[in-house]
C-alpha cells in the first residue's frame, strides 16, 4: 500500500503481506517526505531553524515551536516572562485541540464515514486557525516562539476570542461525541482491535496518548513540569484496554481537560512584556555544550537535541520524532486483523508524515 | 539578471489558435433572438473546465490546505472540483501538494502517466514549484517541472486555501481556450512508451537522469550589468 | 534518583572489565553522560534498564553524532630565563595534534515506572572509515529500531545484532551517508535571482563563460 494511497495520512508506505484478507506481515518504508530538516539545521543559524520546526509536524507548528525554544532556552539558560509562558500554555494546548480534533475527524474517515464527520472537524479547525493567523499572521505555519519569549503580544481582543472560542468548545464536543461515540459501526470497527499492551508500549517507546490508551500515566505536562503547567488543575485520562477505541476516547478526554487548562490560563494571564529584554535575537550563539529539551506535543514526547561548538550554527540538531517512534509497533497491532483494519488501525497511531520522515 | 524567455524549451504550448467565427456582439444580437450559438469545442472546454476531478494525492504540509479547500470554508465545490479520486485513471488534475522528495519523484511520474488526457497539473506551493524552504536538501527536487509539465504555479509556504482556488480558476481559463483535440504532441515522452513521460531511476547519489532536458533547462543567466 | 557520578560508581564496581568515562557537559543544566565501551555495552544496558533503583525502561532519543578528525593547535608557553642575566623571556611553543575522528551514538534514557531520567549513554566507534561496529541496544529497548536504522543510514553506523537493519529514509541503492559532516551534496544547481556564496561558486561553474553573451 502507498505510497501514494488515501488511507496512509500522507506518503507512507506499507509492504503487507496477507493471507486472504488478514495481515501475516507488515513492513513500513519511510522516506518518501524527506526533507533533511536536521541537515538544513545543522546549516543554518539557531534561529533560522525556528520555521522549519513549523513544517515537522504541520498540524501542530505551536508545539514544535515551543519544544525547540525550550531545548534553546534550557541550553543557553535564557528566562522566559511569565506572560509569555501563559500564552505558550495556552497556544499548545489550543493546539491540542486542533490536532485531536482533526485525528477524529481522520479515523472517521478511515472507517469508511466519508466527508460528514471530518467536514465538522474542520469547521473547528478553521475557527482556531483564524486565532492563530491574527495573532502570528500565518494559517498553519506560525513561527511563533523566540528565544526568550513570544515573537508579538496577543490583544485584549485576540483574548476574547480565544475564551469565545473556549467556551464554545464544548458544546462541539458534546454534539461530536453524541453522534459518533457511543455509534455502534465505530464500536465494531474499533473494539478489540490492535490491542498494545502496557508493557510493549514503555518498551518500544511510545509516547503521547497513544501510550496513555494503553494505561501507563506518563504525561511530560505532570512528569517534567515544564512551562507553567504546575499551576494548573487538569487531570490525566487513561485508556484500559489499549484498543483503537480507547485511543479516540483518551483522545476526546484530553481535549476536555485542555478546555479546563486554557480557562484557568485565559483567566489569570498577566500583564507584562512577552519577550525577556536581554534576549538576543541577532548572533545567538550559545556557549559550548549539549541539551536535549522535550515537551508533551498532541502526538507525544517531542524533544529536540542539540550540541552547541560555541559558533552560531548547532552542531548538532537532531529532532525526536513521535510520529516515527510510535510506528515501531505497527506491525505488532496490525497481525492477525484485516486490512480495512490496519488503515484504522495506521488512523489511531496519529502520524504526520512531515515529522516521520523530516 | 533576466532569464530569457526564448530560451525556453516552448514544447507546453497547448493553446491553440483563435477561433475565427462570429464575433462576440455576433452571438449577443443572436441569443437576444434566443439562438445559442456555440461550437464543438466550446462546449467540450465549457464541460472539461467545469468539471475539473483532481487526484486525491497528498504530499506535504500544502496537503492539508488542499484538503481544507474541499471542505465546508472553502467549499472548491463551487467550482465543480470536489470530487477527488484517488485513482489517477480517473482523475484530470494533478494537484502537487507539496515537497516532492527524490525518492518520491518516479512515484509521481508514474502517476502523471497513468492519468488519460486531457490532464492538468497544478503546482501547489514553494516546494512544489522550485524546492521552496527545502531546497538546500540533498533528497529534494528542485521543482516537479523538471520532470513533468506544470500547468500553473501557486506559490506559497503554504497556499492559502484561497489561492489553490485562485489557481483552479486560472486553470479553467487556460482549458476553455485549449484545442479541442487536446495538446501538441508530447515531444518530451520517453522513447519506448509513447505518450508516457520517463521514470528516472534511483542511482546511487542522485536521481538518473537528474532532469528531463526536453522539457527543462538551467535557465541561462544574462548579466548585463556584471560580465 | 542517583547522580550520574553514582550511577557510574556503581557500574564500575559490577563491571570491573568495562572502561567507563564520565563525559561532562558545560551548559546550564548539565546533563552529563557515561560512555561505555563497545563490548560491555548491552550487558550494562541491560542493567540499566532492570536495576531496580533505576528501572530505566523507557529510550526516548537516539542520535548519531559524527565527529570528523580534528587538528588541534596547542599553545604552551614557557617561561626561560636567560642565563646571561636579562629579563626572562616567555617562549610560545605550537604543538599540531590529530585528534582521531568517529561516528558516535548517544542515547537518551528516562524511566516510566519511577518518573526519573534522563541517564544519557554514548558509544563510539573506533574510527569513521573501517572500524564502524557498535552493538545495538535494539534487542533492550525497542525503540531504538527505527532510529538505529536512521543511523545507519544516514550515519553509516553498522549495528551488530539488529534484526533488520536496511536504510531507513534513502533509497537502498543509495551509496553514501548524508549526516556525516564531509558529505559532498549532488550537483543540481539551480538558477537563482541573487547567488552569493558558495551558490555564487556554483553557478560559475556551471556558467562558465557568461560575460561573452553579455557583450
Known amino acids: ?358 | 539578471m533576466t532569464m530569457s524567455d526564448a530560451t525556453r524549451p516552448a514544447i507546453n504550448a497547448q493553446t491553440s489558435a483563435p477561433l475565427s467565427g462570429p464575433t462576440d456582439a455576433d452571438r449577443d444580437e443572436l441569443r437576444r433572438h434566443g439562438i445559442l450559438l456555440t461550437s464543438i469545442q466550446e462546449l467540450a472546454n465549457w464541460g472539461r473546465s467545469n468539471s475539473v476531478w483532481p487526484l486525491q494525492f497528498g504530499l506535504a504540509c500544502c496537503a492539508i490546505e488542499m484538503i481544507a479547500a474541499s471542505m465546508a470554508r472553502f467549499d472548491i465545490a463551487r467550482f465543480g472540483s470536489e470530487v477527488f479520486r484517488p485513482s489517477p485513471r480517473q482523475a484530470d488534475l494533478l494537484i502537487v501538494s507539496g515537497t516532492v522528495t527524490k525518492k518520491m519523484a518516479p512515484q509521481v511520474i508514474r502517476l502523471w502517466n497513468q492519468m488519460p488526457e486531457p490532464k492538468y497539473c497544478i503546482a501547489m506551493g514553494a516546494c512544489a514549484i522550485s524546492g521552496g524552504p527545502f531546497k538546500q536538501g540533498y533528497n529534494v527536487l528542485k521543482g516537479i517541472d523538471r520532470f513533468i509539465p506544470v500547468d500553473v504555479y501557486i506559490p506559497g509556504c503554504p497556499p492559502r486555501p484561497e489561492a489553490l482556488l485562485n489557481g483552479l480558476i486560472e486553470l479553467q481559463k487556460n482549458i476553455r481556450g485549449r484545442h479541442i483535440a487536446g495538446p501538441a504532441p508530447v515531444e518530451a515522452d520517453s522513447p519506448t512508451a509513447p505518450g508516457e513521460y520517463p521514470v528516472p531511476a534511483f542511482g546511487e547519489r542522485d536521481l538518473e537522469p537528474t532532469s528531463n532536458p526536453k522539457l527543462w533547462q538551467p535557465p541561462v543567466i544574462v548579466r548585463p550589468d556584471k560580465p | 534518583m542517583e547522580t550520574l557520578a553514582q550511577i557510574h560508581e556503581r557500574l564500575a564496581a559490577r563491571f570491573p572489565a568495562a572502561t567507563l568515562t564520565l563525559v561532562p557537559n558545560p551548559a546550564p543544566p548539565a546533563q552529563a553522560s557515561l560512555l561505555l565501551d563497545a563490548a560491555h555495552a548491552r550487558e550494562i544496558a541491560v542493567f540499566l534498564r532492570d536495576d531496580p533503583a533505576l528501572r530505566l525502561d523507557y529510550c526516548s532519543n537516539v542520535t548519531g553524532v559524527d565527529w570528523p578528525e580534528k587538528e588541534i593547535v596547542e599553545t604552551t608557553r614557557s617561561v626561560q630565563i636567560d642565563p646571561a642575566g636579562g629579563p626572562p623571556r616567555t617562549i610560545e611553543q605550537k604543538t599540531k595534534r590529530l585528534q582521531p575522528g568517529c561516528l558516535e551514538v548517544v542515547y537518551h534514557l528516562y524511566s516510566m515506572a519511577l518518573k526519573h531520567g534522563p541517564v544519557i549513554i554514548r558509544l563510539r566507534t573506533g574510527n569513521r572509515s573501517d572500524q564502524i561496529t557498535l552493538p545495538s541496544l535494539t534487542p533492550v529497548w525497542r525503540s531504538c529500531e527505527f532510529q538505529e536504522r536512521e543511523i545507519f543510514d544516514l550515519f553509516g553506523i553498522v549495528f551488530t545484532d539488529h534484526p533488520d537493519l536496511r536504510r531507513l529514509l534513502m533509497w537502498d541503492e543509495f551509496t553514501a551517508h548524508p549526516m556525516r559532516k564531509d558529505y559532498v551534496e549532488p550537483d543540481d544547481y539551480e538558477w537563482e535571482p541573487t547567488p552569493h556564496d558558495d551558490v555564487l561558486a556554483k553557478a560559475k561553474a556551471h556558467y562558465p563563460a557568461p560575460a561573452a553573451k553579455a557583450e
Open chain 1, 1 to 358: 500500500m502507498g505510497p501514494h494511497h488515501p488511507s496512509t495520512h500522507g506518503v507512507f508506505r506499507m509492504m503487507v503481506t496477507l493471507d486472504g484478507e488478514t495481515v501475516v506481515k507488515l513492513k513500513p518504508v519511510f522516506g518518501y517526505l524527506h526533507r533533511n530538516h536536521e541537515k538544513i539545521g545543522e546549516n543554518t543559524t539557531y534561529l533560522a531553524s525556528m520555521p522549519y520546526t513549523d513544517r515537522l509536524d504541520y498540524f501542530c507548528s505551536m508545539t514544535n515551536n515551543w519544544a525547540y525554544a525550550l531545548a534553546v532556552e534550557q541550553l543557553a539558560g535564557l528566562p522566559v516572562p511569565e506572560r509569555a509562558e501563559y500564552l505558550r500554555v495556552i497556544l499548545a494546548e489550543l493546539t491540542r485541540l486542533l490536532n485531536h480534533t482533526c485525528l477524529a475527524g481522520f479515523l472517521l474517515q478511515d472507517t469508511g464515514a466519508s466527508g460528514t464527520p471530518l467536514m465538522y472537524a474542520f469547521r473547528e479547525r478553521e475557527k482556531i486557525l483564524d486565532l492563530f493567523e491574527s495573532l502570528s499572521g500565518s494559517r498553519m505555519m506560525c513561527n511563533y516562539q523566540r528565544f526568550g519569549g513570544c515573537r508579538i503580544d496577543a490583544t485584549p481582543e485576540w483574548l476574547a476570542a480565544a475564551r469565545q472560542l473556549v467556551n464554545g468548545y464544548n458544546a462541539f464536543l458534546d454534539e461530536y461525541e453524541e453522534l459518533i461515540t457511543g455509534n455502534e459501526i465505530l464500536m465494531a470497527r474499533t473494539q478489540n482491535v490492535g490491542v498494545l499492551s502496557p508493557a510493549l508500549a514503555v518498551n518500544a517507546g511510545i509516547t503521547g496518548p497513544m501510550l496513555r490508551a494503553s494505561g501507563v500515566d506518563y504525561d511530560l505536562r505532570k512528569v517534567d513540569g515544564y512551562g507553567y503547567y504546575p499551576r494548573f488543575e487538569f487531570r490525566i485520562p487513561l485508556g484500559d484496554h489499549g484498543d483503537t477505541y480507547d485511543r479516540y476516547m483518551v483522545r476526546m478526554l484530553e481535549m476536555r481537560e485542555s478546555i479546563g487548562i486554557l480557562r484557568q490560563a485565559l483567566d489569570r494571564i498577566p500583564e507584562g512584556p512577552v519577550m525577556d529584554p536581554k534576549a538576543k535575537i541577532r548572533g545567538f550563539k550559545p556557549k559550548p555544550g549539549e541539551h536535549y529539551g522535550r515537551i508533551e506535543g498532541p502526538k507525544g514526547e517531542i524533544g529536540f537535541y542539540l550540541i552547541s561548538d560555541g559558533t552560531a550554527n548547532p552542531y548538532r540538531y537532531r529532532v525526536r520524532p513521535p510520529s516515527l517512534i510510535n510506528l515501531t509497533i505497527l506491525e505488532d497491532l496490525c497481525l492477525g486483523h484485516t486490512l480495512a483494519d490496519a488503515v484504522i488501525i495506521l488512523g489511531s497511531i496519529d502520524i504526520v508524515l512531515g515529522e516521520v520522515d523530516r
